[in-house]
């Protein structure tokens, strides 16, 4: 562990929501050495500036920890959820931290013991390279010890390691695997999969081709979670003790493939929380330049997604709303390498750099993007492109861009950008700055609304469907689906009643926008 890693150092890299300081009497730059499980049978061991996790045990319970942990000389006590003893951490000197209530505590704890030993991105990116860096040499290691060829899979089939042990007999369809990172589907791949991750022990599996060589495979498990697969080609040469070799390095590769993901989480994490930032306003543009790798002249923009569901109750919706950020990670990162994605409340943002000139190539992915989501999801997604801004300090716009598209997009439309929709998106605003100003609210309208409620009227509709028709009697009357001449009538007694000149252009526009954008009228639906 690094010595060096302070309190404050380990909340700015993970930040909000991942960890959340609820008290620290001592300050924040108190070191953090170690990341240490609660274990309810062992006493607290004894570890200057570790962190314990309260495992097992529940917030409103945890002030019986406190004392242990200070006497055993740990930095501070981590709790899941609210409601943690704040007034117990702070008259012994202790930090109290908080994480989700739904968080897993093994995922807390390999988050945060990266954290602590990886330090700012750049180098927790490394760990996670180093870690699959790691796989390869495993491979050689077991494939050596084992006597065959060996590959390491995740659990979407993808080779991640393989052996390189000069001599060792290969097939064809290892090759194959090799060359593209990939192994072939097959419903005979399919169930002997099935077959793999059911055992516990590993197997022999046969050639599924003609001329395959015999395998012997064991799944990669940490708990009950599946991480991938260790994969031996038996040419008949397999040490005696191949099966017990190949368990051994199963348990070594979930070591490795955990601290992998672990650094991964880590960067993303961190990368989603820079983005949000950027989202806000309040990140330094060139810090984020440099860590997001954009120029921080670049010209960007921010695309928004949502969930679009109405039926879907809130928890529910929380938990598909994460979905979406993996599906929009995915592709976005399948299509321009490692871009922020990052959930804001119940929406899903990606940072992507302008396509320059073939705008029309990047809103198709957009639109293939969110039908590909809609599918997955079972429910409906829809996507707002902000407008494109030059340099990371001009985000914010994008995204406030990108929110008022979603705001103004028809029932009809999944996906729009700020271009195709700015006189709504024009309008909306200036509603927005209407009901801020008392003095910008009064006018005619009012007094329209006042006869047609005293009086049983249509003038407020008859007025916008006027001025949506551009002045047009006949075709206000179609919207109406009145006569022309009833239509005629009413402005009439519009102008004698009300005393409304709607011969002077400036007195149109503004009661237009104010029956428009303060009391929420269109033509047809007034």
Known sequence: MQADCTLDALLDTL?????????????????????????????????????????????????????????????????????????????????LLAVDEDASWHRVHLLIASAVQAGP?????????????????????????????????????????????DGQVIDDVRRQGILGRQVPDSPENTEQYRRLHAAARPLRLPGTEPGEIERLAVTIRAGGEILGSLWVIDSGRLAPDAEEILAQGASTAAFHLLRARAAEDLTRHQYGDLLRRLLDGTAAPATAARRLGFAEDAKVRVVAFVLDDPAV?????????????????????????????????????????????????????????????????????????????????????????????????????????????????????????????????????????????RHGTDYAGTLIAYFDAGCDMAGAARLLAVHANTCRYRLKQIREHLAIDLDDPDERLVLWLHLRLLARLRAGRA
């Open 15 to 95: 930040g909000q929501p991942a960890l959340r300081l609820v008290a620290a009497p001592a300050g924040t730059a108190v070191p953090v050495t170690e990341v240490l499980l609660h274990d309810p049978g062992v006493p607290v061991p004894y570890t200057p500036g570790g962190l314990l996790l309260a495992v097992g045990v529940t917030a409103a319970a945890a002030a019986d920890l406190v004392p242990a942990v200070a006497a055993a000389g740990l930095t501070g006590l981590v709790v899941r959820g609210g409601g943690g003893p704040e007034q117990a951490a702070r008259a012994h000197g202790v930090a």
């Open 313 to 453: 109750a809130p928890a529910d919706s929380a938990q598909a709303t994460l979905r979406l950020l993996d599906h929009v990670r995915l592709q976005c990162e399948a299509r321009y390498g490692r871009h922020a994605c990052v959930v804001v409340d119940d929406t899903v943002y990606a940072l992507l750099p302008e396509a320059g000139p073939d705008g029309g190539r990047q809103r198709r992915l957009i639109e293939d993007l969110t039908r590909q989501a809609a599918l997955a999801l079972r429910s409906p997604v829809r996507a707002g492109l902000g407008g494109a801004v030059t340099g990371l300090a001009e985000v914010a716009r994008s995204r406030d861009d990108a929110d008022r598209v979603l705001t103004v997009l028809e029932e009809d439309r999944s996906v729009a950008a700020i271009e195709d929709v700015r006189p709504r998106v024009t309008l909306l605003r200036l509603g927005e700055l209407l009901d801020r100003r008392a003095d910008l609210t009064t006018g005619p309208w009012q007094q329209v609304l006042d006869h047609d409620e």
């Open 121 to 165: 991105a750049p180098v927790a990116q490394g760990a996670g390279a180093s870690a699959l860096g790691d796989l390869f040499a495993l491979a050689n290691a077991i494939a050596a010890a084992a006597g065959g060829a060996t590959t390491v899979e995740d659990p979407r089939r993808r080779i991640l390691a393989y052996s390189t042990v």
